[in-house]
């Protein structure tokens, strides 16, 4: 496909079923996949399988969903546009990710308390690998030698030995731990401390990997949901579903120094492959707002599917 995947993003609906392709180039939605018009699945008014995040494979062939009501991931051919394939794996999972070197996709399950680990090749079930309460995001290390978890329930962190699949360490992070971002080096560690009450703050802990150690935690936002770094990684871009907008924390001065208005209700974030652009999922609007990764602005708000809930950038 060449350069194809360049200028596009994929957008798990959850509220519908879909997964949106949006173009960057032409900014707009260039095509929408139904995932339950295949594979046995019937169209139905309400969503049956909830897919909730969404990731292309590193042969650009497949893109991985997972279905958060159904128990299952799904699997997309990216060139039929449809669903061919669903593995089952435990009760709500929510995020998925996928280690090149040991060929193995990994799922967090949020109500069974576990992470599944499947054979990339056969679609076989591994193991269930049990971490905290309340599993939510899954990020691998630079090496792929580790899984972090975040346990969002426990407000822990759960490391997992990719080349065992067993369970390396948990340590106690601060409360309600949600998304997680690393960077470039893999040295560092920046976990999304929500807040689901409107009486307390949001934060962002800084947690080196190698030692394990908090390094600081910075009280920012209302509702933080999830971030990513920019290109030269000084600043991280953070989606905030309670005051509808991305706050951007200065990482060396340790300090809030922006905040952007995007749509109502954002959570999901990512960066282009060409670091051109944030894109954030407004869930409540149906919307994916485009901002100028260098000038700050926001380009366009784009109409998708129902609660745009994952995006993937390849």
């Known amino acids: 496909m060449g350069n194809y995947f360049e200028n ?28 339950n018009n295949g594979f046995g699945h019937k169209a139905a008014k309400k969503p049956a399988l909830g897919p909730h995040h969404a990731i292309v494979d590193y042969n650009k062939k497949y893109l991985y969903t997972t279905s958060s009501h159904n128990a299952s991931i799904g699997i997309v051919d990216l060139i039929q546009n449809k669903m061919v394939d669903n593995i089952y794996v435990g009760s709500c999972p929510s995020h998925i990710a996928i280690c090149k070197r040991n060929k193995t996709i990994y799922v967090s399950n949020t109500d069974s308390n576990s992470i599944s680990a499947i054979d990339l ?19 691998l290390s630079t090496d792929q030698h580790k899984l972090y978890v975040s346990n ?10 990719t080349t065992t699949n067993y369970l390396e360490k948990t340590i106690d992070v601060f409360p309600n731990p949600y998304h997680l971002t690393l960077n470039k080096a ?16 949001g934060s962002i802990t800084i947690l080196d990997s190698q030692e394990m150690q908090t390094v600081d935690r910075i009280k920012i936002g209302k509702m933080p ?12 871009f953070i989606t905030d579903a309670e005051l509808n907008a991305v706050n951007i924390l200065d990482i060396k001065e340790r300090k809030q ?19 051109r652009y944030m894109i954030v999922g407004n869930i ?6 485009i901002i100028d990764a260098v000038t700050l602005k926001v380009l366009k708000n784009i109409v998708v599917g129902m609660e745009p809930s994952g995006i993937s950038c390849m």
Not at 257 to 275: A, F, L, Q, Y
């Open 8 to 35: 596009i993003v994929f957008i798990a609906n959850m509220g519908e079923d879909t997964i949106s392709i949006v173009d960057l180039l032409t900014m707009r939605e260039q095509d929408r996949i139904h995932l």
């Open 121 to 139: 090749s056969t679609g076989g079930l591994l193991t269930q690998i049990p971490v905290g309460r309340m599993p939510h995001d899954i990020k």
């Open 152 to 161: 969002v329930d426990s407000g822990t962190l759960s490391v997992i030995d």
């Open 186 to 201: 893999g040295t560092l560690l920046f976990i999304v401390n929500t807040s689901f009450s409107p009486m307390e703050e």
């Open 225 to 236: 949901i999830e971030a990513v770094l920019d290109k030269d990684e000084e600043n991280l």
């Open 257 to 275: 120094v922006e905040r952007i208005c995007v749509g109502r209700m954002p959570g999901s974030i990512e960066k282009d492959t060409k670091n």
């Open 284 to 289: 409540q609007d149906n919307t994916v707002t």
